[in-house]
């Protein structure tokens, strides 16, 4: 962590060992101001929850169900934004998690790869764009080991 208390970039990370994650599921529940994704590394069992709101939770929803709206709503825009300036993403990673906001970063790059930006965003958020772009999702070994919910027991989401 940096003194002013935002999230680590990459270079300030060291040698964090970054573990690749998916989208596992998303459960929409009627009614509730309150979303769930559930991310697991790709390698193995671990996983873990995060709660969303229900725009990114939808966006999230047409994304992996291949609706289109009519009108370009705000991931749309965001995604289209960094396309027509030349530039990728070409990975998100959740770097942080403090008093239970998980923090993230989408790592671009511009075309030719040369020039990287690394922008701070809510992991519901970095995780549309993720979908969007096809690209991959990673989160800090240490994060992961603190936010997983596989250490037996129930489910914690019920379908």
């Not at 989408?106 to 096809?134: I, N, Q």
Request: with cysteine; glycine share 6%.
């Amino acid at each position: 962590m940096t003194a002013d208390q935002t999230p680590a970039t990459p270079e300030e990370q060291g040698d964090e060992q970054m573990v690749e994650i998916s989208l596992a599921r998303i459960v929409l529940r009627d009614g509730s101001e309150q979303q769930h994704i559930f991310l697991q590394e790709q390698d193995g069992q671990r996983g873990f929850p995060i709660v969303i709101g229900i725009p990114e939770a939808l966006e999230i929803q047409r994304i992996i169900s291949g609706v289109s709206p009519q009108r370009p709503l705000t991931h749309q825009l965001a995604y289209s934004l960094v396309e027509a300036l030349g530039a990728e993403i070409r990975r998100v990673d959740i770097v942080d998690l403090r008093e239970n906001p998980f923090y993230a970063q989408v790592v671009l790059t511009e075309a030719g790869g040369e020039k990287t930006a690394v922008v701070d965003a809510r992991p519901s958020d970095a995780l549309a764009l993720a979908l969007r772009a096809k690209c991959p999702l990673r989160i800090a070994e240490s994060i992961l080991e603190e936010a997983r919910t596989d250490k037996g027991g129930p489910d914690p989401l019920p379908d």
